[in-house]
C-alpha cells in the first residue's frame, strides 16, 4: 500500500504566500510524475502543476508565474509553493502521484486525502 500525505494549508490574505507539501509512504519502487490538483466548490477538479521524474513541469495557465512545483526523490515528496495568492485560488488542494510499487509491476495512481485552501480578500 501506498499513502500520500499532504500538509500547509490554511488560511491566508490575498497576497499572501503558502507552501503545500506531499509525502509518500509505504510500498514504493519508483514515483514518476507528481501533481497538484485542486477543485473549488461547484468547479470540476483541475490540474495545477505537475512534474516529472525528470524535473519537466507544466503549470495551469491561472497560476503560472505564481506557483512553482518541485520534488525531493529522496523524500518521495513534491511541493507547491504558491505566491500571490488570490481569492480564486481557494479550493481544496490533493497531490496525485504515479507509483510503482515493484519493479515487475504497472504503475496506479495514488491520491492525498486533500487540504483547504481558503485566499481571504
Known amino acids: 500500500q501506498v499513502q500520500l500525505v499532504e500538509s500547509g494549508g490554511g488560511l491566508v490574505q490575498a497576497g499572501g504566500s503558502l507552501r503545500l507539501s506531499c509525502a509518500a509512504s509505504g510500498s514504493i519502487f519508483s514515483i514518476n510524475a507528481m501533481g497538484w490538483y485542486r477543485q473549488a466548490p461547484g468547479k470540476q477538479r483541475e490540474l495545477v502543476a505537475a512534474i516529472t521524474s525528470d524535473g519537466g513541469t507544466n503549470y495551469a495557465d491561472s497560476v503560472k508565474g505564481r506557483f512553482t512545483i518541485s520534488r525531493d526523490n529522496a523524500k518521495n515528496t513534491v511541493y507547491l509553493q504558491m505566491n500571490s495568492l488570490k481569492p480564486e485560488d481557494t479550493a481544496v488542494y490533493s497531490c496525485?502521484?504515479?507509483?510503482?510499487?515493484?519493479?515487475?509491476?504497472?504503475?496506479?495512481?495514488?491520491w492525498g486525502q486533500g487540504t483547504q485552501v481558503t485566499v481571504s480578500s
Open positions: 496525485k502521484m504515479v507509483v510503482r510499487t515493484v519493479w515487475w509491476g504497472n504503475r496506479g495512481d495514488y
